[in-house]
């Protein structure tokens, strides 16, 4: 059973970066699909990004695509987003998950993931 431990969050200013990183111990890792979740204050959690095992295929939620970049290193156990260009919108609770299946086209579906982290919080300011 894969854990997740998130870090990296933070406060950033408008048009500004951040990279947050999910630290994956346990079995199964680098066989399982894995996704960037995110909660804003008062909206449902939602995928934003996910990612499959070996990293050659990504998808992204219209709200970040372009400015957000996942990958993963399958050899450290690890799980990154890098964000760019933040907007005060991203302020956002970020969670990595582990997907239930690679197969399941509703990546964007907190019932899509079984393993979850403690999250990580972003706010950004203008």
């Known amino acids: 059973l894969v854990r997740l431990v998130e870090s990296g969050g933070g406060s950033a200013q408008t048009g500004g970066s951040l990279r947050l990183s999910c630290a994956a111990t346990?079995?199964?890792?680098?066989?399982?699909?894995m996704t960037w979740l995110r909660e804003i204050s008062g909206e449902p959690r939602e995928g934003v990004a996910t990612?499959?095992?070996?990293?050659?295929?990504?998808l992204y939620s219209d709200s970040v695509k372009g400015r957000f970049t996942i990958s993963r290193d399958n050899a450290k156990n690890l799980l990154y987003l890098q964000m760019n260009s933040l907007q005060v919108e991203d302020t956002a609770m970020y969670y990595c998950?582990?997907?239930?299946?690679?197969?399941?086209?509703?990546?964007?579906?907190?019932?899509?993931?079984?393993?979850w982290g403690y999250g990580t919080q972003v706010t950004v300011s203008s």
């Open positions: 990612i499959d095992v070996d990293g050659g295929r990504t």
């Open positions: 998950a582990a997907r239930r299946s690679c197969y399941d086209g509703s990546w964007r579906e907190p019932s899509s993931h079984n393993v």
């Open positions: 346990g079995y199964g890792y680098s066989t399982t699909c």
